[in-house]
């Protein structure tokens, strides 16, 4: 069995922690009608800070990235766009 690449992970503050428990709690009560215990609460969240955390930050990174490149495209216009006329 081939074994899987490790990601960097990414560290959450306590309450980030503590928030993201309870919503994965009222998650599994409103929406699947179960108790989850605080040991799945636990795994579930460290499953998420292993393995989705890094894809969606680098995935922000990239939306910046295309953002800031946009905003640079529009930079000489709105530069030009600021001279006043020498007459």
Do not use: V
């Amino acid at each position: 069995m081939k074994k899987r690449e490790q990601l960097i992970q990414i560290r959450l503050s306590d309450s980030q922690r503590k928030q993201l428990n309870d919503e994965i709690k009222a998650f599994y009560l409103d929406e699947r009608g179960e108790e989850i215990g605080m040991i799945e609460q636990m795994q579930l969240l460290e499953l998420f800070e292993q393995k989705m955390a890094p894809i969606i930050y680098n995935r922000a990174l990239d939306d910046a990235k295309k953002w800031f490149a946009q905003m640079m495209d529009h930079m000489e216009s709105d530069y030009y766009a600021l001279y006043k006329n020498e007459d």
